[in-house]
């Protein structure tokens, strides 16, 4: 039995996420847990200072008004966020997952992943969040904070979720790469899926070698595997092979350089997942 960790958010892609996680679940006799966060508002209870235009009384009134205003808005974010999670349990239960533990916290969504992570096995968020709801595939701001700070594997899931059966694992013989391997090794519940591992270098003895002991550990656990070294641009030839072989899942190790670096001359995961229109499980 694996812990599953789901954040919802009230956006398009909670349903997705809702989805995804269940389907992992059910594979693996896991349990979620499913959380919702109300990120603080740092503009909560301030106001202008107002002291040099109207009069102490009015002063007072409008800061009372205020604050009453706040705890208003807090009861009804309170209120939304436990009819999200109310949701989002009944489409885990409608899919047939058992054990649903529901969590609201007042805290950013980075924090609560870290403090869900010690005793969870996977993650899965949505590409983008609720405040992102344009039809723009690019990740929202959220997602990369999550990943890059997460020692958990992280599912990314797409708009729309359909039945996964054929997975691609985007091999290039690093750390996070092999974790991607070892994960689906010491999973057997997904060996009746259809995997494809693909390395994008130049195609040299030793890309080679590494290539195929990835693949003898996967048949090991009962994976069928194919395997293909293919040189060009990681991101254009990982894109076209998920067409060509009509991938349903991508396995990817997660932003495998610096941050300083990704800034000047990008990110392959950060292109990979504003490309992909099917979920990404990212390892770091």
Excluded at 31 to 44: C, G, Q, S
Excluded at 106 to 129: C, H, P, S, W
Excluded at 142 to 164: D, G, N, T, Y
Aim: hydrophobic share 40%.
């Amino acid at each position: 039995m694996i812990k599953l960790v789901a954040f919802v958010d009230g956006s398009a892609f909670s349903k997705s996420v809702c989805e995804l996680a269940a389907w992992v679940a059910k594979r693996t006799n896991g349990n979620i847990d499913i959380v919702h966060v109300l990120e603080p508002n740092p503009n909560a209870g301030k106001v202008t200072d107002l002291s040099g235009s109207i009069g102490l009384g009015a002063r007072t009134a409008l800061l009372s008004e205020l604050a009453e205003l706040d705890a208003q808005m807090a009861k009804l974010s309170h209120q939304r966020g436990r009819a999200i999670l109310e949701d989002a349990k009944n489409i885990l239960i409608a899919e047939g997952v058992d054990e649903v533990s529901t969590f609201l916290r007042n805290e950013g969504i980075v924090e609560a992943a870290q403090n869900f992570e010690t005793d969870a096995d996977l993650m899965v968020i949505g590409k983008r969040g609720e405040g992102s709801e344009s039809n723009d595939e690019h990740p929202g701001s959220s997602l990369e904070r999550v990943v890059r700070a997460s020692h958990r594997p992280v599912m990314v899931a797409s708009r729309e979720f359909k039945p996964i059966q054929r997975v691609l694992i985007a091999f290039d013989g690093g750390p996070s790469a092999l974790k991607a391997v070892s994960y689906l090794a010491q999973n057997p519940a997904f060996s009746d899926l259809d995997c494809h591992l693909l390395s994008v270098t130049s195609p040299t003895q030793r890309a080679k070698t590494r290539l195929e002991e990835a693949a003898v550990s996967l048949r090991a656990s009962g994976y069928t595997i194919e395997t293909s070294l293919e040189q060009g641009q990681a991101e254009v030839v990982i894109t076209e092979k998920l067409k060509s072989l009509e991938i349903d899942l991508l396995l990817m190790g997660a932003y495998g350089h610096s941050r300083i670096r990704n800034l000047i001359i990008g990110s392959t995961t950060t292109a990979m997942l504003s490309a992909c229109r099917i979920p990404v499980l990212l390892f770091r």
